[in-house]
């Protein structure tokens, strides 16, 4: 069973940082590509950072580019985003996501394993 077990969220102030940390069960997870989403209250799914399978190649949202990073342990199956000059528009609930295929986009339907997703709070 496929299982992607979020951590590393908390309530931080603006300028801050976190690193998240996403651990999958994932046979499969070396050759996956992953991503981050988030979801502030009230506001549809936002993708966030998406990495490929060996971690060669990152995509960003003009929102995040230079202030977060996405990395990958393969010999780990653990996902990693740092996120740095945070600020209060961060806020929201992140998500970890796996593609079945090596190259993920920016689209939440090329991932089909979801966590259950962190709380993240960005304080003025």
């Known amino acids: 069973q496929v299982q992607l077990v979020e951590s590393g969220g908390g309530l931080v102030q603006a300028g801050g940082s976190l690193r998240l940390s996403c651990a999958a069960s994932?046979?499969?997870?070396?050759?996956?590509?992953m991503g981050w989403f988030r979801q502030a209250p009230g506001k549809e799914r936002e993708f966030v950072a998406a990495?490929?399978?060996?971690?060669?190649?990152?995509y960003y949202p003009d929102s995040v580019k230079c202030r977060f990073t996405i990395s990958r342990d393969n010999a780990k199956n653990t996902v990693y985003l740092q996120m740095n000059s945070l600020k209060p528009a961060d806020t929201a609930v992140y998500y970890c996501?796996?593609?079945?295929?090596?190259?993920?986009?920016?689209?939440?339907?090329?991932?089909?394993?979801w966590g259950q997703g962190t709380q993240v709070t960005i304080s003025s």
């Open positions: 994932i046979r499969t997870f070396s050759s996956s590509a």
């Open positions: 996501a796996a593609s079945k295929t090596s190259y993920g986009g920016s689209s939440s339907f090329e991932y089909d394993y």
């Open positions: 990495i490929s399978w060996s971690g060669g190649r990152t």
